[in-house]
């Protein structure tokens, strides 16, 4: 299977100079973290999704040598459509701003979808409790009477249909969305705990 990293978002929420995907965690640029560790796992190609969004990360990435997908920036939902219309689903998406992501949760994720006979989505849910000690998000909901959260790890399938899987993997609850997450991802980088 494929793998896309999106990053051709507005990034809205960080309200920082720089553009998020090549924010520095760990001595890393964002990005560069995603792709090695997809590169890692066993995806068979691995793309990076940018826009007019972010023409600094896409510049990083032509002059890295990744496999650029342009899609027109418009919202998730809508790069979606980007990209299937020129990759024929399923495809592994992530986000490109979970720098604790492994490639043991990515190769966990097609093992899931590749022993089922579903080929519709698939999403991967944190439970909140197991969000790393210290660290929160605003963005979690109910889901089946549990407070979740989502981790930006998923399969686009090859219909509409969709399942929801939970991880436990306290590294798939860290998200950057803000400066503040930035600076909680860096402090444990630093400290290795994660």
Not at 65 to 70: E, T, V
Not at 80 to 105: C, E, G, V
Not at 111 to 138: A, C, M, N
């Amino acid at each position: 299977m494929k793998g896309v990293v999106l990053a051709g978002g507005r990034g809205t929420r960080f309200n920082a100079r720089k553009e998020k995907q090549l924010a520095m965690v760990g001595g890393e640029r964002l990005i560069d973290i995603i792709v090695r560790r997809l590169s890692d796992s066993d995806l068979t190609k691995v793309y990076v999704a940018v826009s007019e969004n972010s023409p600094e990360t896409w510049r990083h990435c032509r002059r890295s040598d990744y496999n650029l997908i342009r899609t027109r920036g418009s919202g998730y939902i809508n790069d979606l459509k980007d990209i299937t219309r020129m990759m024929r689903p399923p495809l592994l998406t992530i986000a490109s701003d979970i720098p604790f992501i492994q490639p043991r949760h990515v190769n966990r994720l097609l093992e899931v979808s590749q022993d089922s006979d579903f080929r519709g989505g698939w999403t991967v849910l944190i439970p909140k409790k197991h969000l790393p000690e210290g660290y929160s998000r605003d963005d979690t909901f109910k889901y089946m009477g549990v407070e979740v959260a989502a981790t930006g790890l998923n399969i686009v399938g090859e219909t509409d249909r969709e399942r929801k899987i939970f991880t436990y993997s306290p590294e798939l609850g860290i998200n950057i969305n803000t400066v503040q997450d930035l600076s909680y991802a860096r402090e444990k980088a630093g400290k290795q705990t994660i």
